[in-house]
Nanobody, 117 residues
Framework: VQLQASGGGLVQPGGSLRLSCAAS????????MAWYSQAPGKQREMVAA????????QYTRSVKGRFTISGDNVKKTVYLQMNNLQPLDTAVYYC???????????WGQGTLVTVSS
């Protein structure tokens, strides 16, 4: 099973990016999806999470109102719409999916987002 993330790049402050992640290979039913970020010198942290069957989402406080997570557990895809990006958002973003309660089973390779003027 592989998760392929894409959509990162260089953007000016105030700009937008849309990250995409798709799973390939034999994969069990997905019960949760998320995006994590890891800034240089910092630990990886969760940015946004989605439980597709319930339609519930969760965001870290710093991105609320700016980022939107969406996904499809049948198509095994997850997206992160990032608006009003700020330099503090600069990081490698990883997608992850859970087929086992309480565990992130699959991880993408990461896509770099750089916010700079």
């Amino acid at each position: 099973v592989q998760l392929q993330a894409s959509g990162g790049g260089l953007v000016q402050p105030g700009g937008s990016l849309r990250l995409s992640c798709a799973a390939s290979g034999s994969i069990d039913d997905i019960n949760a999806m998320a995006w994590y970020s890891q800034a240089p010198g910092k630990q990886r942290e969760m940015v946004a999470a989605l439980i597709p069957l319930r339609g519930t989402t969760q965001y870290t406080r710093s991105v609320k109102g700016r980022f939107t997570i969406s996904g499809d557990n049948v198509k095994k895809t997850v997206y992160l719409q990032m608006n009003n990006l700020q330099p503090l958002d600069t990081a490698v973003y990883y997608c992850t999916m859970s087929a086992t309660f309480g565990r992130w089973d699959y991880w993408g390779q990461g896509t770099l987002v750089t916010v700079s003027s």
